[in-house]
């Protein structure tokens, strides 16, 4: 950016034949963009209702022409003008699943949403709802394709690239973006992956240059595993901690019945497969359900054993019983529903959405 009285002048968004200055701060600098009314006016009823009466001279200029003191972050105002003046950029930034697009994109989601910059709302909620699961068929799909990115991982020296967090969505941030932007759709996958990573490890303090001792709330050296999952846990709020707890403890209540249920093995025997099984849900913590009742459910055995009959009716209710966790996980971390409560009759179609906005 060109400097110019201290105040710096973007080099792609300053134009000469603009009609307006836009003023921003960010990190304590002010930054200028030289665009136009009819552009933001085009695409926005807000600018086109604050640009609607004529400059006068009490009107605040700079360069010759009149100026707006805006009271958002000039990086965010940015990332909205260059979106409407090169559509583009902002669609092959967009890449399906980025882990980073909860935060890098959600102060322009937020302007676009105060402003009434309609398509871009649109495009930027679609991508956002695209890719969190809202079924259990593609949280399934979602999981299978993170376990090939696991069983991936091989032992280097370049301790980042063991991070396939770098290659997955990141549960915190996605939780702050659908709290501040109204997208409740994507908070119950949201915080059901969150519950299955450790809250020791920190996405952001893994990654620092000197990070520090990884301790449990014993004191105890806990050792980071390639391959093992993190989450940004600074993003969380008192009230997102509250969800999580009451999810987590309405989870373990739900393994413990099920546990408990009735299901005798004619095997009668301490070494049951049956019994065996049933107690995996109990045995991990972090602990993933959806996966330990899809695993007991895929089990088989042979037919002469004698927990054959029991195990197959076992893995008949994991089965049935991991979409009723699924469809209550709502209940379980007291989120609000999932319906769309805007009635914006926003497209679930991505490629519609995006052909809309490069339309203008």
């Known amino acids: 950016m060109a400097a110019e009285d201290g105040i710096l002048r973007s080099e792609d968004l300053y134009y000469a034949d603009g009609s307006v200055v836009l003023l921003a701060a960010h990190t304590g600098k002010t930054h200028a963009f030289r665009v136009h009314k009819s552009v933001l006016g085009t695409h926005?009823?807000?600018?086109?209702?604050?640009f609607v009466l004529p400059s006068t001279a009490e009107n605040e200029t700079y360069d010759?022409?009149?100026?707006?003191?805006?009271?958002d972050d000039a990086k965010d105002l940015e990332d909205l003008l260059r979106a409407l003046y090169y559509p583009g950029t902002i669609l092959s930034m967009l890449e399906n699943r980025n882990p980073l697009a909860a935060i890098k994109y959600k102060g322009i989601l937020l302007l676009s949403q105060k402003y009434f910059v309609r398509v871009l709302q649109k495009l930027l909620r679609a991508r956002f709802r695209a890719d969190w699961p809202s079924t259990l068929a593609e949280w399934d799909k979602l999981m299978e394709h993170y376990a090939g990115?696991?069983?991936?991982?091989?032992?280097?020296h370049d301790a980042a690239s063991q991070f396939i967090?770098?290659?997955?969505?990141?549960?915190?941030?996605?939780?702050?973006?659908?709290?501040?932007a109204n997208i409740p759709e994507i908070l119950p996958a949201a915080f059901y992956?969150?519950?299955t990573i450790s809250p020791f490890m920190d996405f952001d303090t893994l990654r620092s240059s000197h990070p520090p001792p990884l301790t449990d709330s014993q004191g105890n050296i806990l050792l980071w595993q390639p391959g093992e999952r993190s989450a940004r846990w600074g993003l969380l709020t008192p009230d997102d901690w509250l969800c999580?707890?009451?999810?987590?403890?309405s989870m373990m209540d739900f393994a413990r019945t099920?546990?408990?249920?009735?299901?005798?093995?004619i095997c009668d025997s301490q070494i049951c497969i049956q019994?065996?099984?049933?107690?995996?849900l109990l045995e991990e913590h972090p602990q993933d359900l959806l996966r330990v009742l899809k695993e007991i459910g895929s089990l088989q055995v042979a037919p002469q054993y004698p927990c054959h009959n029991s195990l197959h009716l076992l893995a008949s209710r994991s089965m049935a019983t991991r979409s009723i966790l699924w469809e209550n996980l709502c209940y379980y971390f007291g989120l609000p529903g999932v319906e769309d409560d805007q009635n914006d009759g926003d497209s679930e179609d991505i490629a519609l959405v995006e052909s809309d906005f490069m339309d203008g």
């Not at 926005?44 to 604050?50: G, Q």
């Not at 999580?244 to 403890?249: E, F, S, T, V």
């Not at 099920?258 to 093995?265: L, V, Y």
């Not at 019994?275 to 995996?280: F, H, L, P, R, S």
């Open 258 to 265: 099920f546990e408990q249920q009735e299901g005798h093995c």
């Open 165 to 180: 967090d770098n290659r997955m969505l990141e549960p915190a941030s996605a939780i702050r973006l659908a709290r501040e």
């Open 149 to 156: 990115l696991s069983a991936s991982v091989v032992p280097q």
């Open 275 to 280: 019994q065996k099984n049933k107690k995996k």
């Open 244 to 249: 999580l707890a009451r999810g987590r403890h």
């Open 44 to 50: 926005s009823k807000v600018f086109a209702d604050m």
């Open 64 to 71: 010759g022409v009149d100026s707006v003191h805006m009271p």
């Open 193 to 195: 992956m969150l519950s």
